[in-house]
Nanobody
Framework: QVQLVESGGGLVQAGGSLTLSCAAS????????MGWFRQAPGKEREFVAA????????SYADSVKGRFTISRDNAKKTVYLQMNSLKPEDTAVYYC??????????????????WGQGTQVTVSS
């Protein structure tokens, strides 16, 4: 079992930056693929970014590529999402997710087995 707690959300002006953190607890972390998703009001939850184990390759949604960076610190059991050049359309609740194992056939969209409670990011124009 893995528990995830996000933090770092808030209100920022367009063009600004925020860093989200996701602290994990449980039996394993370093080998769990980790990801970030978001859900805007009235929309379905969508993939944002994901990273495999230490030094592993990262994947990004086209809408955030070049602006967001996902990283992880296995010693701290924490995954980060550095968000730069934020736009109003980035406004959403951001969720951290963990997978039990990497699946090359469905990466990075599935499967995601554990979810955090979410943190609100609001970008004003």
């Amino acid at each position: 079992q893995v528990q995830l707690v996000e933090s770092g959300g808030g209100l920022v002006q367009a063009g600004g930056s925020l860093t989200l953190s996701c602290a994990a607890s449980g039996r394993t972390f370093s080998t769990n693929p980790m990801g970030w998703f978001r859900q805007a009001p009235g929309k379905e939850r969508e993939f944002v970014a994901a990273i495999r184990w230490t030094g592993g390759s990262a994947s990004y949604a086209d809408s955030v590529k070049g602006r967001f960076t996902i990283s992880r610190d296995n010693a701290k059991k924490t995954v980060y999402l550095q968000m730069n050049s934020l736009k109003p359309e980035d406004t959403a609740v951001y969720y951290c997710a963990a997978a039990r194992a990497y699946n090359s056939g469905t990466w990075p969209l599935a499967p995601w087995d554990y979810w955090g409670q979410g943190t609100q990011v609001t970008v004003s124009s």
